[in-house]
């Protein structure tokens, strides 16, 4: 499969550990780890409810200060956070529906990103 650490369902799955299972690996130190669930092969019986409850705990994750009780801090720099803009952009222009998300949240306090330390 490429290397890619594919995330694959199948329709005997117990879809609430399943879900928990995928939001462990592609959420864990916020995705930037090379097992972190690159892309998901869903059965076609079970994708729905997979899908709905996935998208429902991804929404939750709470973004913010990592030193506060949150699940997901910040990009690391405004070049980074720039460029996975520019990816989600240009995939919802190719056609992709965004399920949660894909805007920068809102609320942030620092315009470069909560903790970021001045530029070097």
């Not at 190719?94 to 998300?101: P, R, S, V």
Request: with cysteine; proline share 8%; aromatic share 4%.
């Amino acid at each position: 499969m490429g290397g890619k650490a594919p995330f694959i369902v199948m329709d005997d799955a117990d879809i609430d550990a399943a879900v928990d299972a995928a939001i462990i690996a592609r959420f864990t130190n916020c995705g930037q780890i090379c097992t972190c669930n690159e892309r998901m092969y869903l059965h076609e019986t079970i994708a729905d409810r997979f899908l709905d409850s996935f998208v429902a705990r991804a929404a939750a994750l709470r973004i913010g200060n990592p030193l506060d009780a949150v699940d997901l801090g910040p990009k690391i720099s405004r070049p980074e956070l720039e460029k996975v803009e520019a990816m989600v952009g240009e995939a919802v222009r190719g056609g992709a529906e965004l399920l949660t998300g894909g805007h920068r949240p809102e609320g942030m306090p620092s315009p470069r990103g909560i903790g970021s330390s001045p530029p070097c």
